[in-house]
């Protein structure tokens, strides 16, 4: 066997090489980098999932506060309009152009060609 060399003859025998094949190659240490690469990426309720998930619930959270704050505005609308019936008619006229008998209603209509060009 003079012509071979042993694997042990050729590695390094430094302290970085011993740390890192007692640490980093241990059973342990694998298992658990393997487990948290599975858990971010792979995994059903991965964190990627969860992050996306997050944020549409965010977006659903703006969407039901600002369709609350229209809900507010509407219902306070619908309670002055309710309650007077001078708000009923301005809103009637205004809106559906309904009219007083004997009353004439004029609809002005804006070119919106000659609008653009100015």
Avoid: H
């Avoid at 012509?3 to 342990?28: H, M, R, V």
């Avoid at 309720?45 to 509407?74: A, D, M, P, R």
């Amino acid at each position: 066997m003079k012509g071979t060399k042993l694997i042990k003859d050729i590695q390094p025998k430094s302290d970085t090489f011993k740390f890192i094949q007692k640490y980093i190659f241990n059973k342990y240490t694998i298992t658990i980098c393997l487990f948290l690469v599975w858990m971010i990426f792979f995994d059903k309720t991965s964190f990627l999932v969860i992050n996306e998930l997050n944020g549409e619930i965010n977006k659903y959270e703006e969407q039901l506060q600002y369709y609350k704050t229209e809900y507010e505005k509407n219902d306070t609308f619908y309670k002055k309009l309710m309650n007077n019936k001078s708000e009923k008619e301005k809103y009637a006229r205004e809106n559906y152009f309904m009219k007083k008998p004997n009353e004439e209603i004029f609809i002005l209509v804006v070119d919106s060609t000659k609008v653009a060009k100015k």
